[in-house]
T-cell receptor, first 114, second 113 residues
Framework: AQSVTQLDSQVPVFEEAPVELRCNYSSSVSVYLFWYVQYPNQGLQLLLKYLSGSTLVKGINGFEAEFNKSQTSFHLRKPSVHISDTAEYFCAVSEQNYGQNFVFGPGTRLSVLP | EAQVTQNPRYLITVTGKKLTVTCSQNMNHEYMSWYRQDPGLGLRQIYYSMNVEVTDKGDVPEGYKVSRKEKRNFPLILESPSPNQTSLYFC????????????FGQGTRLTVV
């Protein structure tokens, strides 16, 4: 079984400041890692994913994440946030051998302040 | 446009009155699933389907039913809703295969009084 922890339930940050949203996971098998974003009153959409290869993954809207196997982490970063980045962010994992079933973290609400 | 469509978007119902939330995708995806989203808990999987006529329980299946008679549709049925099923529900679909992205519907906000 897998579990995903997002240590910060809420992160307020000023516009143009950098941000890091933390994600740690636990799994007895190898997993793929994902970050999804949920804008207000919308469904989730994929920001980025790590399957294999380079541990630094770049996604949409200037976000990137780094996979750290020894620390079982997959933190999301953006060097300069915009008001439009205000949303809820979910880290998720899926088993490499099984594929489609996701286990999601509880989410981090990012609020970008003017 | 590729999309997952859920209906209705909002629903208020009374305890015990059967309801169905529909989900349809136009991407010819084999895999479909239902999640519920509750504050502080993230998304939890209710049921999933690997293909037509193949369904299985997720992490929180109690009180729900599903069916997959056609590839594009995956309705969620609450035979006798209870207040603890008040939640935000999402349908998702994806191609089979390792590491594939899931596409989500807009969500259905259900209130059971």
């Amino acid at each position: 079984a897998q579990s995903v922890t997002q240590l910060d339930s809420q992160v307020p940050v000023f516009e143009e400041a950098p941000v890091e949203l933390r994600c740690n996971y636990s799994s007895s098998v190898s997993v793929y890692l994902f970050w999804y974003v949920q804008y207000p009153n919308q469904g989730l959409q994929l920001l980025l994913k790590y399957l294999s290869g380079s541990t630094l993954v770049k996604g949409i809207n200037g976000f990137e994440a780094e996979f750290n196997k020894s620390q079982t982490s997959f933190h999301l970063r953006k060097p300069s946030v915009h008001i439009s980045d205000t949303a809820e962010y979910f880290c998720a994992v899926s088993e490499q051998n099984y594929g489609q079933n996701f286990v999601f973290g509880p989410g981090t609400r990012l609020s970008v302040l003017p | 446009e590729a999309q997952v469509t859920q209906n209705p978007r909002y629903l208020i119902t009374v305890t015990g009155k059967k309801l169905t939330v529909t989900c349809s995708q136009n991407m010819n995806h084999e895999y479909m699933s239902w999640y519920r989203q509750d504050p502080g808990l993230g998304l939890r999987q209710i049921y999933y389907s690997m293909n037509v006529e193949v369904t299985d329980k997720g992490d929180v299946p109690e009180g729900y039913k599903v069916s997959r008679k056609e590839k594009r549709n995956f309705p969620l049925i609450l035979e006798s809703p209870s207040p603890n099923q008040t939640s935000l529900y999402f349908c998702a679909s994806s191609h089979r295969g390792r590491g594939t992205e899931a596409f989500f519907g807009q969500g259905t906000r259900l209130t059971v009084v």
